[in-house]
């Protein structure tokens, strides 16, 4: 019974502990209105105007990890025929890990094709710089724009 109870405790007291690790819901709005950008375009060194906006492809380089499985379990299976005595465990673990590491980069050359689509901004800062911005979405961003930049993305101002 008291094993029970402490065990019930634990439990209880993981629960509470892990509800503080609950990340804040992202932001749903950054619009005009919003009293993050209200008088920032004054001194703002990291606003401008798009001068252009691209379509680009960005290679990702993730992979799902199946091709690295399935290349170990064919260079085990594989490395254990070639061995012998002794040597057949050695042989074993070596052609896992050189069918890992093959699958992996089979899978990654698979999957990189043209790459995901993405968008390129130029931007004409307001002290004359230019920065360049390239990311996943375009969110309805033209060129003539008023933008901040703000890690590493651009949203639009009034």
Not at 122 to 134: E, F, H, K, M, S
């Amino acid at each position: 019974m008291k094993s029970r109870f402490t065990s019930m405790t634990l439990a209880g007291a993981a629960c509470i502990a892990m509800a503080g690790c609950v990340a804040t819901p992202p932001r749903t709005h950054y619009g005009y209105n919003d009293p993050y950008y209200q008088g920032r375009d004054q001194h703002c060194s990291t606003c401008g105007v798009i001068r252009d906006v691209g379509r680009v492809y960005v290679r990702d380089n993730a992979t799902s990890g199946g091709g690295a499985v399935l290349g170990a379990v064919i260079g085990g299976v594989l490395g254990s025929t070639l061995g012998h005595g002794r040597g057949r465990t050695a042989t074993t673990v070596a052609g896992a890990v050189a069918g890992g590491f093959a699958g992996n980069a089979i899978e990654r050359n698979q999957n990189g094709g043209g790459g995901r689509e993405a968008w390129q901004f130029n931007v004409q800062l307001d002290d004359g710089r230019w920065a360049t911005v390239t990311q996943w979405s375009n969110d309805d961003l033209r060129p003539g724009d008023r933008v901040m930049i703000r890690d590493d993305r651009l949203y639009r101002l009034r």
